[in-house]
């Protein structure tokens, strides 16, 4: 029995040892079947499924499917290195001493030799191939993206990776719709049509271009908006990618700015909180404060700040103080509404909160609570006024949408349709709304106050002749992330606009980070607002004509020809042109000092002062 089973156990060693050559016969064989046959026969014939395209609102494509082929290499096979590398050197744009370098460092027996080469490259070199009888090549189909308009609004559209993976913007956080997968089975895509007018984004491009050279600043962002649906109509971040290069590009030109970075927006803010006061009933219209240069606050603890502005303006009441951007003005109101309530009333702008746009990353920003604990006696006022506060330029599009629409913000969106293959729409945009900011008549006198600042105060430069405007303007330090402490030389200059103001259709709102040379927004950005609305108008074909004035109470001095007189008491300048200030410099009683292009935005002393003899006047011009 013993001899019997010692023989069955041979018999059963030579049985799985044969067993054994067999199989590993058969995979050499396989392998070299694999590396010699033709590669009109290795690339698969089952299709992967077609990812959907993303094209403009008009159905201007922006991406779209395609095919690319990877040169794939087996060193083994390969019979002569330097036969293969000369014949394949002359179609594959690779040179001979490279591909036989490649093929003779490979670290294992398989390296792709170049990556996405197109379908006209691909034939070449199958022809070239069986020209030559190369063996160990053959070329792998993978499906790859054309971006058709390069660079433009690259940000939003996004780009899609060698994995057929999004990897950034629409590709990537839009991916289950353009590519959509249940489990581990794959269907076609659909189409996505945006709310950008891609002609429109490119005669924005060129404004923004052009400010990026003037300025000579870091970085610049656009976005414009419909007030009344919430759809984007423009959307800038430069520099901006080349997305049929986007592997080359640099971070600075991948990054989506208008959603993910976060900055303290300065004087731009006022609109906001000087709304919440209005609406709180704890501030007037007409109430005046008195702003002397410097607000003063004090601690319960006896520590002391103080937040300044750029002159002495006065007595001025909400619409004075947006119009020559008074920071003590603003910072006194805030000291007549509860905390709680006036970030309440942030809050319902959206600040502190995502939009919700169809974008990756996108920040909440920064806004503080009381019970934080970098929350301070000086909190209040400083975030009044742009400071103490991170804001994203959504944040500002959302809530300068609330202004437009009578307190209540519009949800913004860059999808204005989804179709399957054939084009069957299966989604369109649909106008939607967030809870009420504030009220409709703290909006509107809002509104109004910033036509008053596009017509006579900081916002002059973005005035149009025949349409009307609302602006207001913003320059705020940066940061310095070394020091810790607020840079000198770094500013973000901002401006937001909404028109036509008797009833709002667009909002518009444009960053330049770090320019060099002049940086105040009144100056620099202020009258690229007022081209990239001219525009936007244009294009759009809003009505132009005699510009009907938003109605609101309150006094507005009118433009004059003529310079007011200086008798006993001075007289209040805002609003005059320097070309007609020529004359008070020839007054032998006063001293006249003036500062700035432009127009009067602010004097010192206030109007209403008795004018005495020698007595110096300065006067701010923007």
Request: hydrophobic share 40%.
């Amino acid at each position: 029995m013993q001899r019997l089973n010692g023989f069955f156990s041979k018999t059963r060693i030579i049985f799985f040892s044969f067993v054994l050559i067999l199989l590993v016969a058969y995979i050499a064989f396989s392998y070299v079947k694999l590396a010699f046959t033709p590669p009109a026969e290795i690339i698969a014939k089952t299709e992967a499924p077609r990812r959907g395209s993303i094209f403009d609102k008009n159905g201007k494509p922006l991406a779209v499917q395609t095919n690319f082929y990877h040169i794939a290499v087996t060193p083994s096979a390969v019979e002569d290195y330097e036969y293969f590398a000369q014949s394949l050197a002359g179609v594959s744009s690779l040179s001979a001493q490279h591909i036989t370098a490649a093929l003779r460092s490979a670290s294992s027996d398989f390296l792709y030799l170049k990556k996405k080469i197109n379908t006209d490259q691909k034939n070449a070199i199958e022809a070239v191939i069986a020209e030559k009888g190369l063996t160990g090549i053959r070329l792998d189909k993978i499906q790859g993206r054309v971006y058709p308009e390069n660079t433009l609004a690259s940000q939003v559209i996004g780009f899609m990776g060698d994995s057929g993976q999004g990897l950034s913007g629409m590709e990537y956080s839009m991916q289950q719709v353009l590519a959509p997968k249940d489990g581990s089975v794959p269907s076609s895509g659909k189409n996505i049509f945006l709310t950008i007018d891609a002609n429109l984004q490119y005669k924005l491009e060129h404004i923004a271009h052009a400010a990026m050279e003037e300025t000579k600043a870091e970085s610049f962002m656009l976005l414009a908006a419909e007030a009344d649906t919430g759809e984007i109509i423009s959307y800038i971040s430069l520099p901006a990618a080349d997305l049929n290069r986007y592997p080359s590009s640099s971070v600075s030109e991948q990054i989506d700015r208008p959603a993910v970075l976060a900055y303290e927006p300065g004087s731009v803010f006022k609109i906001f909180s000087a709304a919440g006061f209005i609406d709180s009933g704890k501030v007037g219209k007409n109430e005046i404060f008195v702003c002397d240069g410097e607000y003063h606050l004090k601690s319960s603890g006896g520590e002391r700040a103080v937040i300044t502005c750029l002159g002495s303006h006065g007595r001025v009441s909400v619409r004075e103080a947006l119009q020559y951007s008074c920071n003590e003005g603003i910072a006194q109101m805030s000291e007549k509404i509860g905390a709680e309530d006036f970030l309440r009333s942030l809050r319902n702008f959206g600040f502190g909160e995502k939009t919700g746009i169809e974008l990756p990353s996108e920040t909440r920003g920064t806004l503080k609570s009381v019970s934080d604990k970098y929350w301070s006696f000086r909190s209040k006022p400083t975030i009044s006024i742009g400071q103490e506060i991170a804001v994203s330029a959504l944040q500002i599009v959302q809530a300068a949408t609330a202004l437009a629409n009578g307190g209540i913000p519009a949800q913004l969106t860059l999808i204005s349709k989804i179709t399957d293959a054939d084009g069957t729409e299966e989604y369109r945009h649909v106008p939607a709304f967030k809870k009420r900011a504030v009220s409709k008549d703290a909006a509107d006198y809002i509104l109004s106050c910033m036509e008053t600042t596009a017509r006579y105060g900081t916002g002059a430069r973005a005035s149009l002749d025949d349409i009307s405007i609302g602006v207001k303007t913003g320059t705020a330090q940066m940061l310095d992330t070394e020091t810790g402490k607020y840079s000198t030389t770094d500013f973000v200059s901002n401006c937001v606009a909404l028109f036509p103001v008797n009833k709002p259709k667009i909002v518009l709102y444009i960053v330049v980070t770090k320019a060099r040379g002049e940086t105040l927004s009144g100056r620099i950005v202020a009258p690229i607002i007022g081209d990239a609305a001219n525009v936007i108008i244009d294009y759009l074909g809003l009505a132009r004509g005699s510009a009907p004035s938003f109605a609101h109470s309150g006094y507005i001095r009118l433009e004059s020809n003529s310079i007011p007189a200086i008798g006993e008491k001075l007289p209040d300048f805002t609003g005059t042109p320097k070309k007609l200030l020529t004359p008070l410099l020839m007054n032998e009683n006063v001293n006249i000092i003036i500062r700035g292009e432009g127009w009067v935005v602010g004097q010192n002393p206030p109007a209403g002062t008795p004018v005495t003899k020698g007595m110096t006047i300065e006067l701010t011009l923007e």
